[in-house]
């Protein structure tokens, strides 16, 4: 099997998961963090699922010297946080409370046509190309 299949087959696995879970709805994760009103526990429960999974299959993959589709594993450089990551994580997460859509499920709800989730991820989009313009520009400011 290729690597692009995989990798297709775990998005499509990824978005049905959502699908099915009901965090294509911004309704659902709007309503898990309205705790002062009718709260919705759905995202908790999602969220604890997916890191049962993670710790699990985490715990047997670490334990290999290869992965199966790939000459080496690629684990995260940088296992500090610091102002960046906390910026990142914060506007993430204001971004997501604030509309009700995570970014990966704005993709699968791309597909509804709704224009509110069009102007969703062409924001993201955009946000995500002025940071990296901004992020090349003080970074080689700073080398010089």
């Known amino acids: 099997m290729s690597k692009l299949f995989i990798a297709i087959l775990c998005g499509f696995l990824m978005a049905l998961g959502l699908g099915i879970a009901g965090m294509t709805k911004p309704s659902v994760v709007l309503g898990f963090l309205d705790i002062a009103g009718q709260w919705n526990p759905a995202l908790m429960f999602v969220m604890v699922g997916a890191i049962g999974v993670h710790t699990s299959f985490g715990f047997f993959v670490r334990k290999r010297e290869q992965p199966i589709f790939s000459h080496k594993f690629y684990w995260p450089d940088n296992l500090n946080i610091d102002g960046r990551l906390f910026a990142g994580a914060s506007v993430f997460g204001i971004g997501w409370g604030l509309s009700g859509i995570c970014p990966g499920a704005a993709y699968i709800n791309l597909g509804s046509l709704d224009i509110r989730i069009v102007?969703?991820?062409?924001?993201?989009?955009?946000?995500?190309?002025?940071?990296?313009?901004?992020?090349?520009?003080?970074?080689?400011?700073?080398?010089?």
């Open 119 to 144: 102007y969703f991820v062409g924001a993201m989009l955009a946000g995500n190309f002025l940071f990296r313009l901004l992020d090349s520009f003080v970074l080689n400011k700073s080398t010089e």
